[in-house]
């Protein structure tokens, strides 16, 4: 079964910094474009980054600009979300998505076929 894991979710203080990795066992990983999703309670899922085959990096929100960055690590199968300056509003679970092999990136949650289970991320005080 085709299931990305997220892991490296927890609880920080605001101006605190969080990793979240994402591994895909058994994608055709260097063929994935590889995005995360952020769902805070009562919101809707929103995009926030996404990274392509090509290591090209897309935000799709402009509240994590200069503080969330993606990588990728094709090797390890695995992709990661570094979280810097942390705000209560970044407080969500995050989920990472990939689209069927070959295909781009996209801001639109149903363009995506496979997701993982989530990760809690709580900013508080």
């Known amino acids: 079964q085709l299931q990305p894991v997220e892991s490296g979710g927890g609880s920080v203080q605001p101006g605190g910094s969080l990793r979240l990795s994402c591994a895909a066992p058994?994608?055709?990983?260097?063929?994935?474009?590889i995005a995360w999703f952020r769902q805070a309670p009562g919101k809707e899922r929103e995009g926030l980054l996404c990274?392509?085959?090509?290591?090209?990096?897309?935000r799709y929100a402009d509240s994590v600009k200069g503080r969330f960055t993606v990588s990728r690590d094709d090797n390890q199968h695995t992709v990661y979300l570094q979280m810097n300056m942390l705000k209560p509003e970044d407080s969500g679970v995050y989920y990472c998505?990939?689209?069927?092999?070959?295909?781009?990136?996209?801001?639109?949650?149903?363009?995506?076929?496979?997701w993982g289970q989530g990760a809690q991320v709580t900013v508080s005080a």
């Open positions: 998505a990939a689209p069927m092999a070959y295909a781009a990136c996209s801001a639109n949650s149903d363009h995506y076929d496979y």
């Open positions: 058994g994608f055709a990983f260097g063929y994935s474009s």
């Open positions: 990274i392509n085959t090509s290591g090209d990096t897309i």
